[in-house]
């Protein structure tokens, strides 16, 4: 079996209801697994066998519940969609115009009160038949081709209740304009009710159009990503510099990138030197001093030095390529909260028929005169206020908000699910290395304790050391090479086992090691006893160089502690969650950095395999943990946890498994990713609230419930204003989640 996902754009698509229809529709195709649509982004996303299912079987499955999937449809650029997304609006724009225009004509010289004031040819009915059959039937042609199929699937949705008021509406007013003796037998006024259908379809078109600007804002995060792509790359080949199209880069090809510039690809810099803006990426405003070996990422901005570097990653395998694509998916899913809105709207338009059905009977039974007419009008307002869209919009307005604003703050968020849990979270476990600290050792200290100069120790101590491979080695030489310092020839040279190294430089004996390689050569350094454990009890390794029989310098190596490390720690406390430290390194060491941190629960020695047993433990207390790491050994706990975070620098299996990616690599988005999680949920139980809320309250007095004591009736065109209203409410409160701060 090979199954295969795919996301595609769904045309027709309006309330919950069209989601569930269609999630069913597909669900029902032999060979599909999983079906889900997303009403915000009109999206949907399915995972089939392709061996028992073709496109043309899910295009015919979506159409039968008549809407449109746009699979395999050649992807268009950001311009070309802004544009089909205008024209869209533009025609919806004209359509609403017309038939508000020609409702408010029918209106002018219909409505009690109002209509004396109108011109005669506006009260005449057969005037007001001709303005209201291109509105009802071309206008309204929308809600008849959704409701038609989903009949045939023997379901209903929005449109169905639209449809059937608008229509009721309609015939009842030609029956009344063409045979208005026998409506007045019947004891009633023969008065139709064109404005009603005509005013009704053009509310909620109305509606709808506030509600696709509204929606077009949930998704700038996609837009302003794909935004960032360079459009050109200058490419060195066969000696030569010639601009491309971003397309034409293939991997190996060397990019030259001038001051101002975007940086095209993913790739490694071979020569030059500069500070690269990479905001657009991980959020961090600061740019980065970047070198030879260095990496940069395609969209980043160059701000000063030019140089070139080999491509590494082009196309869909760059990192904006694949933030763009995790965005996508996390707004294109569904969050667990969701399913209480489907699983209402799966019930709620076939309740609505039949409260309907109940209205019609209740008020021509009990309406007294006039009681066809009251019965006829509060059925359609009882259909046209229960539009599920507003419970439709609800949780996915929220998530893409949400998403978007992770991603605009280097944190990527995988699915809907994770954003949603990340708020239960009260326990984080940080992994150290790579994580808490910056996984690469760096020189922290050099103690003179002879007569040469700080720049010569290290100088001596790099040139020792250059012909060693031991990451504290690396350390060194690399201090040296950032300070631009002039190593010298080493001759002799030995390597110590467990030691240190030893050789000639300039003629003399230079040895570089630990205390044990000093004691060996009758070097004394038990003078500076206390200034090596005052350094050993910060968590630091202290290498101690000799020469001519005298202790010259201590220098002290250390995995440092980020810079955002403490400010993190700090913020998920002030959010009361227990912050744990996960290290294989020995007590002495991690309590060092724990204690710079503030942290108080540390797990030390704890071997590689054994991650995954600490997150356990402290579930089975009863804890909602979350993990964050950056190595493979890391991937484990990360799957095993609530919600895995992972690192932006981490490995690809640790930003697999890990159901948020830091890419800007900084401590505090931790907690922001939390603090997003919280008002994101309180954004979608609000929407929930109000939505339910507003079918709650509404559809009753639709039915007619404050007549007999107040003698109010819901006219159908306010109920048509009130449906819009809510719908686009829902998406607004959810466009507000862009004002709230997380960092």
């Known amino acids: 079996m090979s199954e295969i996902k795919k996301t595609f754009p769904i045309k027709g698509m309006h309330c919950v209801s069209c989601v569930g229809l269609i999630e069913r529709s597909l669900k029902e195709v032999p060979g599909i697994k999983t079906a889900t649509v997303n009403l915000a982004t009109n999206k949907a996303t399915v995972a089939y066998d392709s061996a028992l299912v073709s496109d043309d079987q899910i295009q015919s499955a979506v159409a039968g519940a008549g809407y449109q999937a746009l699979i395999n449809e050649e992807l268009k650029s950001e311009d070309e969609e802004k544009v089909v997304k205008q024209k869209e609006l533009k025609s919806l724009r004209r359509k609403v115009f017309i038939s508000l225009v020609l409702g408010g004509l029918i209106f002018w010289g219909s409505f009690p009160g109002l209509m004396e004031t109108a011109p005669e040819l506006f009260r005449n009915f057969w005037f007001q038949l001709v303005l209201a059959t291109p509105v009802q039937f071309w206008i309204g042609l929308v809600f008849y081709r959704a409701t038609i199929p989903a009949l045939k699937h023997r379901t209903a949705n929005m449109d169905t209740l639209v449809a059937l008021g608008t229509t009721v509406a309609y015939l009842y007013s030609v029956f009344v304009t063409a045979l208005p003796a026998v409506v007045e037998k019947a004891g009633i006024e023969p ?55 971003l397309a034409e880069v293939i991997i190996g090809d060397l990019v030259r990138v001038r001051p101002g510039e975007k940086i095209p690809v993913d790739g490694v810099i071979e020569d030059g030197e500069s500070a690269v803006d990479e905001s657009m990426v991980t959020g961090e405003s600061l740019p980065t001093d970047k070198w030879s070996g260095d990496t940069v990422v395609g969209a980043t901005i160059n701000k000063t030095g030019s140089f070139t570097f080999r491509a590494t990653k082009v196309g869909s395998e760059t990192m904006l390529a694949q933030i763009i694509k995790l965005v996508e998916n996390a707004q294109g899913s569904k969050a667990p909260i969701q399913r209480v809105a489907d699983t209402v709207s799966a019930y709620f338009v076939p309740i609505v028929m039949i409260l309907a059905v109940f209205t019609f009977v209740g008020w021509y039974v009990f309406g007294g005169p006039g009681a066809l007419l009251y019965a006829i009008l509060n059925t359609i307002a009882v259909l046209i206020i229960a539009c599920p869209c507003a419970m439709g919009l609800a949780t996915p307005t929220a998530i893409m908000v949400g998403t978007g604003k992770g991603a605009e703050h280097g944190i990527l968020i995988k699915d809907a699910e994770s954003l949603e849990l990340a708020h239960k979270i009260t326990a984080v476990i940080f992994d150290k290395t790579g994580t808490l600290t910056k996984g690469k050792p760096e020189v922290t200290d050099i103690v003179v304790t002879g007569e040469l100069p700080e720049d010569k120790v290290l100088a001596l101590a790099a040139a020792l050391e250059k012909g060693s491979e031991h990451s504290l080695a690396e350390a060194i030489v690399a201090e040296a090479d950032k300070q631009k310092l002039i190593l010298s020839p080493v001759v002799k040279f030995q390597a110590v086992a467990g030691q240190g190294v030893e050789g000639v430089i300039a003629e003399k004996l230079y040895v570089f090691g630990n205390r044990k390689l000093l004691e060996r050569e009758g070097i004394d350094w038990l003078t500076r006893k206390d200034e090596i454990e005052k350094l050993e009890s910060d968590g630091k390794t202290v290498m101690l160089l000799g020469g001519g029989g005298q202790l010259l310098a201590l220098l002290a190596v250390a995995d440092t502690v980020k810079e955002s490390a403490l400010e993190g720690v700090r913020a998920l406390e002030k959010m009361d969650i227990d912050v744990y430290m996960l290290t294989g390194d020995n007590k002495r060491t991690a309590a060092a950095i724990a204690g710079k941190l503030g942290i108080k629960n540390v797990f030390a020695e704890v071997l590689p395999g054994e991650k995954e047993s600490k997150v356990r433990e402290l579930e089975r207390q009863g804890k909602k943990v979350a993990m964050v790491g950056d190595g493979i050994n890391d991937a484990p706990a990360l799957a095993a946890a609530l919600v895995g975070i992972a690192m932006g620098s981490g490995t690809d299996v640790a930003i697999e498994a890990a159901d948020i990616t830091l890419v800007n690599k900084d401590i505090r988005s931790v907690a922001a990713a939390i603090k997003l999680s919280k008002q994101t949920m309180r954004t979608i139980k609000q929407n929930l609230f109000w939505a339910f809320g507003y079918n709650v309250i509404l559809i009753p007095v639709a039915m007619g419930v404050l007549y007999p004591f107040f003698g109010w009736l819901l006219s159908p065109i306010l109920a048509s204003v009130a449906m819009a209203s809510s719908s686009v409410s829902v998406v607004t409160n959810s466009l507000l989640l862009k004002r709230k701060r997380i960092v």
């Open 191 to 245: 008065m139709p009710y064109f404005d009603v259908a005509t005013l009704v379809i053009g509310l909620i078109l109305l509606g709808r159009y506030f509600e696709a600007k509204a929606k077009a804002g949930t998704g700038e995060a996609i837009k302003k990503l794909i935004g960032l792509q360079a459009k050109t790359a200058r490419v060195v080949r066969d000696g030569r510099e010639i601009d491309i199209p």
